[in-house]
């Protein structure tokens, strides 16, 4: 009999370890919503690459992550030519750009680099099998402040179509 009280008496632990497990693995784990933010440790071919994966899965966290998480590692200079987040949100959305959303696949090729600038090709396969080509320029962020030493898009060409895939 005293054995079958203490069985219980650990199985109803174990429940509550168990609970209090679940519980903290799920309101105390990083969130997928989280939008990663420049860091000088990032490097040219990173920020390429995170910002095509949150363009191919713009929607996963929140409508328009992939666009907001783009956002975030545009350099300034570029922010002020395509006006603010809601005006980037709509070109990116627009006929130019709307290919590179929730795209199938990407490549991304270095074709030059310095200390200071890095290109790459990049090509992109739509959700409609079609390849697009574009040239993708990153700098390093050279002026004080947060953003310091860190690389930003300066430039994404107009794509050029490739053709379909099938």
Not at 21 to 26: G, P, Y
Not at 36 to 62: A, H, M, R, T, Y
Request: glycine share 4%; with cysteine; net charge positive.
């Amino acid at each position: 009999m005293q054995k079958e009280k203490n069985f219980w008496k650990m199985l109803r632990k174990l429940q509550i370890i168990f609970k209090a497990l679940i519980f903290f693995s799920i309101f105390l784990s990083p969130t997928n919503a989280e939008i990663l933010k420049p860091k000088s440790d990032i490097k040219p071919s990173e920020v390429v690459k995170i910002q095509l994966i949150g363009l191919q899965e713009n929607d996963l966290d929140f409508k328009d992550s992939g666009i907001e998480q783009t956002w975030n590692f545009a350099h300034p200079n570029n922010k002020k030519v395509t006006g603010p987040l809601p005006n980037f949100k709509r070109m990116i959305k627009g006929d130019a750009y709307q290919m590179m959303l929730n795209h199938l696949s990407h490549t991304i090729t270095e074709l030059g680099s310095s200390d200071k600038w890095a290109q790459f090709e990049v090509i992109i396969l739509d959700k409609d099998k079609i390849y697009h080509k574009f040239n993708w320029q990153v700098e390093k962020y050279l002026l004080d402040g947060s953003l310091k030493d860190c690389w930003l898009t300066t430039m994404v060409s107009n794509p050029i179509p490739l053709g379909s895939s099938i």
